[in-house]
């Protein structure tokens, strides 16, 4: 669990420099790249989301089967 907390934090911290970066150096005007930023935000978080979920599960498999022995 630890390291999925770590994953996540340098996930979230990444992607806070990544906009920032983007926002800076962006060829559009400022309220598209704000919507090109928001989509891709949402976009990341869905993934983050799924990934998570994907995680939990694959948990609870490997604690059954532990259990099981």
Do not use: H, W, Y
């Amino acid at each position: 669990m630890k390291r999925f907390i770590n994953f996540l934090a340098g996930f979230l911290t990444g992607l806070a420099v990544g906009g920032v970066i983007a926002a800076l150096f962006a060829p559009q005007s400022g309220g598209d790249t704000l919507e090109t930023l928001r989509g891709r935000v949402q976009q990341i978080m869905d993934d983050a989301r799924q990934a998570a979920e994907t995680t939990r599960r694959d948990a609870e498999i490997r604690l059954a089967e532990l259990k099981a022995k």
